[in-house]
T-cell receptor, first 117, second 111 residues
């Protein structure tokens, strides 16, 4: 079974540009969550999609948005990039989502490393 | 405020030795606790998931314990190997939705 794939793996952009990251979950998984990880920081939750609907959202500005397609693939968009957006962006998939009471295992992709110059 | 604190921040041990990583949390209402291993530049990999009623769970040389009364968890690694060098992250889920991530413990195994 193929794992979670993310494209591109590396990306360099300049301030003010926008970027779209893609995530393909494990076959059969309907939940996709996105996280931002900066050096020395824990993972920060961005949002979760389940069956094409955003089910939960973290505390990030509106410049960060996402969507999920009918095949469960998900995209994340960041508009008007800032230097502080440089980070590793991780996508995770699971069968039914990671609601607090669920013990579904999240499977993470390798991440997209975004550098904003 | 829901928080997950891990200690130590970093740890260096010799190959073959055992070690224990700590996780203290203030998440309420508690639902489950997870430990992940993250190699540098890669996504985290799940090691264990424990619910309120479980106080120990093993995955090979990794054994996690949970004391829901004191809100503490530990991850014990037996007979460490060079491939155990990674960051180990404790994550606590509450009964609503939140998954609260700790900052991780960076473990370095030296030959």
């Amino acid at each position: 079974k193929a794992g979670v794939t993310q494209t591109p793996r590396y990306l360099i952009k300049t301030r003010g540009q926008q970027v779209t990251l893609s995530c393909s979950p494990i076959s059969g998984h309907r939940s996709v969550s996105w996280y931002q990880q900066t050096p020395g920081q824990g993972l920060q939750f961005l949002f979760e999609y389940f069956s094409e609907t955003q089910r939960n959202k973290g505390n990030f500005p509106g410049r960060f948005s996402g969507r999920q397609f009918s095949n469960s693939r998900s995209e994340m968009n960041v508009s008007t990039l800032e230097l502080g957006d440089s980070a590793l962006y991780l996508c995770a998939s699971s069968l039914g989502g990671v609601r607090g009471t669920s013990t579904d295992t999240q499977y993470f992709g390798p991440g997209t490393r975004l550098t904003v110059l | 405020k829901n928080q997950v604190e891990q200690s130590p921040q970093s740890l260096i041990i010799l190959e073959g030795k055992n070690c224990t990583l700590q996780c203290n949390y203030t998440v309420s209402p508690f639902s489950n606790l997870r430990w992940y291993k993250q190699d540098t530049g890669r996504g985290p990999v799940s090691l264990t998931i424990m619910t309120f009623s479980e106080n120990t769970k093993s995955n090979g040389r990794y054994t996690a314990t949970l004391d829901a009364d004191t809100k503490q968890s530990s991850l014990h690694i037996t007979a460490s190997q060079l491939s155990d060098s990674a960051s180990y992250i404790c994550v606590v889920g509450d009964s609503n939705y939140q998954l609260i991530w700790g900052a991780g413990t960076k473990l370095i195994i030296k030959p």
